[in-house]
């Protein structure tokens, strides 16, 4: 099965700052990964998927990229609304669509 | 709107079933995959099942493979969950999600039902 591992855990950055969470694969997965938000008591919601592409309705300031193994998730700018939990999420093999361990992102 | 609403959850003993329900609304149903994911109090989000469009397509995540069996009912426009042998690692919020085009990730996703196992 594929892996998918996340750094960091957690971050702590103020409004404003230049966010980027990384994600890997245990093996190439392609571009088939999609990147969700998570706050408390919620349901996740789609950012990116296809590695890159930006879900209709999502602020352009979230951005993906990467192929193969390695993914970055980018947040340009954060905003207040964006301190949440994300994961990354494989979509390459059918048998397991195995999600990251999360990236808390909190006020510093 | 698109909409998913889970059903089902409640407290059960370790070893009991229970069967999850998923109603969906504002798409076309029979034309996708839909998805079980779970997560546990405090923790990341886990994979449970997957079944295509026409039900002739399952696959499920190694933690749950022979317990679990992923079913859907396109006249009804509704997903379930049947769930056997349950075990006190079971205990979540199970998640009813839509897959975006074909077999892929979830695009929408239900507000979840919570499913207790304990003695």
């Known amino acids: 099965d594929i892996q998918m591992t996340q750094s960091p855990s957690t971050l702590s950055a103020s409004v404003g700052d230049r966010v980027t969470i990384t994600c890997r694969a245990s093996?190439?997965?392609?571009?088939?990964l999609a990147w969700y938000q998570q706050k408390p008591g919620k349901a996740p919601k789609l950012l990116i998927y296809?590695?890159?592409s930006l879900e209709s309705g999502v602020p352009s300031r979230f951005s993906g990229s990467g192929s193969g193994t390695e993914f970055t998730l980018t947040i340009s700018s954060l905003q207040p609304d964006d301190f949440a939990t994300y994961y990354c999420?494989?979509?390459?093999?059918?048998?397991?669509?195995?999600f990251g361990p999360g990236t808390k992102v909190d006020i510093k | 709107e698109v909409q998913l609403v889970e059903s089902g959850g409640v407290v059960v003993q370790p070893g009991g079933s229970l069967r999850l329900s998923c109603a969906a609304s504002?798409?076309?149903?029979?034309?996708?995959?839909m998805h079980w994911v779970r997560q546990a109090p405090g923790k990341g989000l886990e994979w449970v099942s997957l079944?295509?469009?026409?039900?002739?397509?399952?696959y499920y995540a190694d933690s749950v493979k022979g317990r679990f069996t992923i079913s859907r009912d396109n006249s009804k426009n509704s997903l379930y969950l049947q769930m056997n042998s349950l075990r006190t690692e079971d205990t979540a919020l199970y998640y009813c999600?839509?897959?975006?085009?074909?077999?892929?990730?979830?695009?929408?996703w239900g507000k979840g039902t919570t499913v207790t196992v304990s003695s």
């Open positions: 999600a839509k897959a975006a085009a074909g077999i892929s990730y979830m695009d929408v």
């Open positions: 504002g798409f076309t149903f029979d034309d996708y995959t």
């Open positions: 079944i295509s469009w026409d039900g002739g397509s399952t």
């Open positions: 093996q190439s997965i392609s571009s088939w």
């Open positions: 296809k590695a890159s």
């Open positions: 999420q494989q979509y390459n093999s059918y048998s397991s669509f195995t």
